[in-house]
């Protein structure tokens, strides 16, 4: 196997992480989250010091930084009551190693308005051992997500 071979296949792992990663976090999500669906599911993809950088500003960033299998699930109950579904139209990803990046176009619901957001998410993510480790994601419209949340 040439070291291509081995960054082509980790990266594929990274992204196969990923992939189930994003369907749990949906489940979650259209379950009514926190307290209302099993978070085990999602946690199942997280590594135990999983770091998500949010940028501020957004309905559901808080602080911006959220640390560990707790922190994402105070991260997620925040987002979970900002997003009443998320449903993913394209996904694109490119990587190397342990990283992976993901371009994702997803139709958000909100639960306060009802109202439907088409929006463009990059996410640059770090997976170690067959979990997500790190992920900063870049929002390329974030005023139109606020927008829709009324």
Do not use: A, H
């Given at each position: 196997m040439t070291s291509e071979d081995m960054a082509g296949g980790a990266r594929d792992d990274a992204w196969a992480v990923m992939e189930k990663f994003y369907a749990a976090e949906a489940a979650y999500v259209a379950a009514g989250g926190y307290g209302q669906a099993d978070y085990g599911e999602v946690a199942a993809y997280l590594d135990p010091e999983v770091v998500l950088h949010q940028a501020p500003g957004l309905p559901f960033t808080g602080t911006g930084t959220w640390r560990g299998h707790d922190g994402m699930e105070q991260f997620l109950a925040a987002f979970s009551e900002t997003w009443e579904?998320?449903?993913?139209?394209?996904?694109?990803h490119w990587g190397y190693g342990d990283t992976v990046v993901v371009r994702n176009?997803?139709?958000?619901?909100s639960r306060a308005t009802g109202r439907e957001v088409d929006a463009l998410i990059l996410q640059l993510i770090r997976v170690r051992n067959g979990r997500m480790l790190e992920c900063r994601p870049f929002y390329w419209d974030p005023a139109a997500i606020t927008a829709v949340c009324g």
């Open positions: 579904s998320m449903e993913f139209l394209e996904q694109e176009r997803v139709c958000f619901r």
